[in-house]
């Protein structure tokens, strides 16, 4: 079972990093659309399936795989895991703040710049650069 449990979660991780990724550069591209306009009310739907229909499902099934994972391989104690915790707790906080900009988007609240979002989209590519090494090197 832990196999098809390690299947499941890196399904998972690769659906939530797609979503992830993709999420903020359709910021990048709302922020030229008009307010009100179809292109904007259209960039709404998208940001908002993407979030509700893949990205938060796959964060959630991530998350239990991952952690049932920790559990029955007795990972807990181990130093590297540590580490991939912290940083998939920075990749959940952004994951927040990505949901909190669907949101202001919806209302047509958006204080950003495309700049802005062009940077952000960096910030998950970095932390599932840095879990990947902690998973498959294990430095400590």
Not at 25 to 50: N, P, W
Not at 89 to 106: P, Q, W
Request: charged share 15%; with cysteine.
């Amino acid at each position: 079972m832990y196999e098809w449990i390690k299947a499941l979660h890196v399904v998972a991780v690769i659906a939530w990093m797609a979503g992830m990724l993709y999420l903020p550069r359709l910021f990048v591209y709302h922020c030229d659309a008009e307010i009100g306009s179809v292109q904007s009310e259209t960039f709404k739907v998208m940001e908002y399936r993407l979030l509700k229909a893949i990205i938060n499902p796959a964060m959630a099934v991530t998350w239990l795989a991952g952690l049932y994972l920790a559990w029955t391989g007795h990972w807990f104690s181990a130093g590297w895991l540590h580490g991939k915790l912290l940083l998939v707790i920075a990749m959940t906080g952004m994951h927040g703040f990505l949901a909190r900009c669907v949101k202001d988007f919806a209302s047509d609240r958006n204080p950003r710049t495309k700049k802005f979002f062009r940077f952000i989209n960096e910030v998950p590519t970095v932390l599932m650069i840095g879990i990947v090494i902690l998973v498959v090197v294990k430095p400590f």
